[in-house]
């Protein structure tokens, strides 16, 4: 039986719509002239933050998914990546933009990013929406990030807890009663 738990709001729905208006901008000049990008969400987590990122983008924009997992329905990273969905289209030679819940240990965006650049792009960036480098054991850091956090574990925006909590608009702090 899983322990009781309340959610304290840490990131605004307010302040992830600024925020994700500031790093679009960012990513549009890094692609402007594109022929068109490549933006591969990893699930499932990453599916909101995708949503709203492509329509932000002025871009010519192509989406697939690839679902990676290392957490199960566990609050601790197994540190064995999985990958359980593979893109659909081919990516050599073409720009990408890997989308990211949250880096945490590193694993995953490390273990994708290594599978896609073997598939020869012509540019790979990533984007995660939050950090936590105080958890991190590889040597991974995403292009761009939205906003680093402390070792909590949180919930909203895309990201769960035992499948619960996607569909929050914002990024609380999982707080066990």
Known sequence: MQKPYVIDEMISAKSIAARLEE????????FQGTDKLVVVGLLRGSFVFIADLVRELDLPIEVDFLEASSYGDGMESSREVRILKDLRG?????D??????????GHTL???TGLLKSREPARLKTI???DKPSRREVDMKADWTGFEIPDEFVVGYGIDFAQRNRNLPYIGKVRFT
Do not use: P
């Open 128 to 130: 995660a929406l939050l």
């Open 90 to 94: 081919a990516i050599e030679g073409r």
């Open 110 to 112: 490390h273990h994708v």
């Open 23 to 30: 790093l679009c901008r960012e990513i549009h000049d890094e």
């Open 96 to 105: 990408v933009l890997v989308v990211e819940d949250i880096v945490d240990t």
